[in-house]
């Protein structure tokens, strides 16, 4: 079946400090797995995503680690901001179910001053 | 901005109401996609269009339906409001609907059924 499950569910650090949000899938995702951020009255924006030819992908804090063996990616976030608190989003796409994403239930992350 | 453009933002209505909710994908996307999002549900598939045909079908409730028109813009229709309708409506766009592509969200309606 299709499965996406993300931990922790909340997420609190103090500012400067790393945060690591985890997420596992169902053996019949495919090789697609974005990230989205959202923040309170909007809708999730994309802000990186990985493939599963590569291992590991880096923008700027943000980085996204994919293990295709144990099923599982991460997203971390270095140096922290008070302006990275929202909730974040692993999704992945699953074969022949066309381009829709099945999406984590989402972890509150919340950076402290 | 994504591009991807919802209307209305918010809909207050009552129990048994019908209301439609409209999206407008981004320029040059086929493809359209219908999410909800409750608080204890997360983001929920519901369905997917591309070109002004249904491609993909998730947990949507029989009350509720929705097309594409020729010119790609999408409405959700929904009908007999419950209370438990109340929710966030997100629309999303990709270029064709293909997996593995990149899905833009609009900033959604916020629904709330009294």
């Known amino acids: 079946g299709e499965n996406v499950e993300q931990h922790p569910s909340t997420l609190s650090v103090q500012e400067g400090d790393s945060a690591v949000i985890k997420c596992t899938y169902s053996?019949?995702?495919?090789?697609?797995f974005p990230w989205y951020k959202q923040e309170l009255g909007k809708g999730p924006q994309l802000i990186i995503d990985i493939r599963s030819n590569v291992g590991e992908k880096k923008d700027q804090r943000i980085a996204v680690t994919l293990n295709k063996t144990a099923k599982h990616f991460s997203l971390h976030i270095t140096e922290t901001q008070p302006e990275d608190s929202a909730v974040y989003f692993c999704?992945?796409?699953?074969?022949?179910?066309?381009?829709?994403?099945?999406f984590g239930q989402g972890t509150e992350l919340s950076v402290k001053p | 901005d994504s591009g991807v453009t919802q209307t209305p933002k918010h809909l207050i209505t009552a129990t048994g109401q019908r209301v439609t909710l409209r999206c407008s994908p981004r320029s040059g996307d086929l493809s359209v996609y219908w999410y909800q999002q409750s608080l204890d549900q997360g983001l929920q598939f519901l369905i997917q269009?591309?070109?002004?045909?249904?491609?993909a079908k998730g947990n949507i409730l029989e009350r509720f339906s929705a097309q594409q028109f020729p010119d790609l813009h999408s409405e959700l229709n929904l009908s007999s409001l419950e209370l438990g309708d109340s929710a966030l409506y997100f629309c999303?766009?990709?270029?064709?609907?293909?997996?593995?592509?990149?899905?833009?969200f609009g900033s959604g309606t916020q629904l709330s059924v009294l």
């Open positions: 999704a992945a796409s699953f074969y022949n179910q066309g381009g829709k994403l099945i």
């Open positions: 999303a766009s990709s270029v064709a609907g293909l997996l593995n592509e990149k899905l833009f």
């Open positions: 269009y591309y070109n002004g045909e249904e491609r």
């Open positions: 053996d019949s995702a495919s090789n697609y």
